[in-house]
């Protein structure tokens, strides 16, 4: 059964720091990994998608790795703003056909 | 706007009684997706269909059911079998195989009085 992890549940830094959120799964034969973001009370808004034959993907100043060998993902967050405080969740599919297995989260605060 | 929508956003049940929750997408995604979420726990599969008149149940279907008779909309009715309903219920949508991964709605709070 395949099982994802995010370690640490919650991280505190202050504006303008670079940095790194982790994610690990036990299964590699995975057919696509996608992070998202939460904000409190709210629904998930999807950040990036990685499929399996992709190593990293960006958009503005996130950027997504992946490294299905080693079980990992990491999401890289440049010079980070007070509004990107949220919870951030990686999921990870098994299948085209098959559903979503979620990390719990990684709650970020960016301190002004 | 493309999107899912999920109402009511807040949402309150008696004991012993069933409450229906909405989702309907225009989308036009083969699959759909109810997870509840509590605090500390992550999100758990209920409920998930890929196909209209066709569904199967996650990882807590007890105490939930669903019905899928259009492409657009997928209900979720908390029953009074359900003893701990209270939290935050998410649907989703996707398309097999896509480059577009799942969207989600903003979500439905369940409390008990």
């Known amino acids: 059964k395949q099982e994802v992890t995010q370690i640490p549940a919650a991280l505190s830094v202050p504006e303008g720091e670079n940095l790194v959120l982790n994610c690990s799964f036990t299964d590699s034969a995975i057919y696509n990994l996608q992070w998202f973001r939460q904000d409190p009370g709210k629904g998930l808004t999807s950040l990036l998608l990685?499929?399996?034959?992709?190593r990293e993907q960006t958009s503005g100043r996130l950027n997504a790795s992946l490294d299905k060998s080693s079980g990992r993902s990491t999401l890289y967050i440049a010079a980070s703003q007070p509004g990107d405080s949220a919870t951030y969740l990686c999921?990870?599919?098994?299948?085209?056909?098959?559903?979503?297995?979620f990390g719990k989260g990684i709650t970020l605060s960016v301190r002004p | 706007d493309g999107g899912i929508t999920q109402s009511p956003k807040y949402l309150f049940r008696k004991e012993g009684q069933n409450v229906t929750l909405s989702c309907e997408q225009n989308l036009n995604h083969d699959a759909m997706y109810w997870y509840r979420q509590d605090p500390g726990q992550g999100l758990r599969l209920i409920y998930y269909?890929?196909?209209?008149?066709?569904?199967q149940k996650g990882d807590i279907a007890e105490g939930y059911s669903v019905s899928r008779e259009k492409k657009e909309s997928f209900p979720l009715t908390v029953t009074s079998a359900q003893k701990n309903p209270t939290a935050f219920y998410l649907c989703?949508?996707?398309?097999?195989?896509?480059?577009?991964?799942?969207?989600f709605g903003s979500g439905t709070r369940l409390t008990v009085v």
């Open positions: 990685i499929q399996s034959s992709q």
């Open positions: 989703a949508s996707s398309l097999p195989a896509d480059l577009t991964g799942y969207t």
């Open positions: 269909s890929q196909i209209v008149n066709d569904f």
């Open positions: 999921a990870v599919r098994a299948g085209a056909n098959s559903k979503l297995t």
